[in-house]
């Protein structure tokens, strides 16, 4: 088992340009959650899928930021434009849903720095 | 609004003592609680966990203390070893509920 990958690993983008992060989740997971690492807010949760459906989005900061998870295996967030204020490390996580003790496996991070 | 507190964010405890870590939460909702452990350039690694049904979980050096009436848990660590020396994240789920919600961590330095 591979677990949960990710890339690119390292992103460095100026203002304005079009940013897309990846995520492969473990094989046989059903859950997939987005998540940002910044020093003031720790990890916040962007948004997250159940086999494949977006079920809460509320974390996503604004409409420049997307994501899709067009199969079981694969999914992308995009920020477009993106912005200074966006760098952070991103962090993709996969689970299988079990009522009452949900664990999640968290991939390497994409660290995102925007000029 | 911080569900998750993690009030300390930095601890450094002397090798082969016990290192405590403390976590509180807002939500009574909560009923679900895990510790995460990241090393530098890495993802978050699941450590132990505790469901509100006890008071106490315990796994080798690792032990997680909940106190449901101060909506308060710890992660005690005996002995501290070197190799602990990372950010650690308190985090909670509610029933039915798939997402955590995670602190801002601790950071922990084990001085040998």
């Known amino acids: 088992d591979a677990g949960v990958i990710q890339s690119p690993r390292h992103e460095v983008t100026e203002m304005g340009q079009e940013v897309t992060l990846r995520c492969k989740p473990i094989?046989?997971?059903?859950?997939l959650f987005w998540y940002r690492q910044t020093m003031m807010r720790g990890l916040e949760l962007l948004i997250y899928?159940?086999?494949?459906?977006?079920?809460?989005d509320s974390g996503m900061p604004e409409d420049r930021f997307s994501a899709k998870m067009p199969n079981a295996s694969f999914s992308t967030l995009k920020i477009q434009p993106s912005e200074p204020r966006d760098s952070a490390v991103y962090f993709c996580?996969?689970?299988?849903?079990?009522?009452?003790?949900?664990?999640?496996?968290f991939g390497a991070g994409s660290r995102l720095t925007v000029l | 609004d911080q569900q998750v507190k993690q009030n300390s964010p930095s601890l450094s405890v002397q090798e082969g003592r016990i290192s405590i870590l403390n976590c509180d939460y807002t939500?009574?909702?909560?009923?679900?609680f895990l510790w995460y452990k990241k090393y530098p350039a890495e993802g978050p690694t699941f450590l132990i966990s505790?469901?509100?049904?006890?008071d106490k979980n315990e796994d080798g050096r690792f032990t997680v203390f909940l106190n449901k009436s101060a909506k308060h848990l710890s992660l005690h660590i005996v002995p501290s070893q070197p190799g602990d020396s990372a950010v650690y994240f308190c985090?909670?789920?509610?029933?039915?509920?798939?997402?955590?919600?995670f602190g801002t961590g601790t950071r922990l330095t084990i001085i040998p």
């Open positions: 996580a996969s689970s299988r849903t079990l009522p009452g003790a949900n664990v999640l496996t």
């Open positions: 094989s046989g997971h059903n859950s």
């Open positions: 899928f159940n086999n494949n459906v977006p079920i809460d």
């Open positions: 939500n009574s909702m909560f009923d679900y």
């Open positions: 505790i469901s509100s049904i006890k």
């Open positions: 985090a909670a789920s509610a029933f039915g509920n798939e997402k955590l919600t």
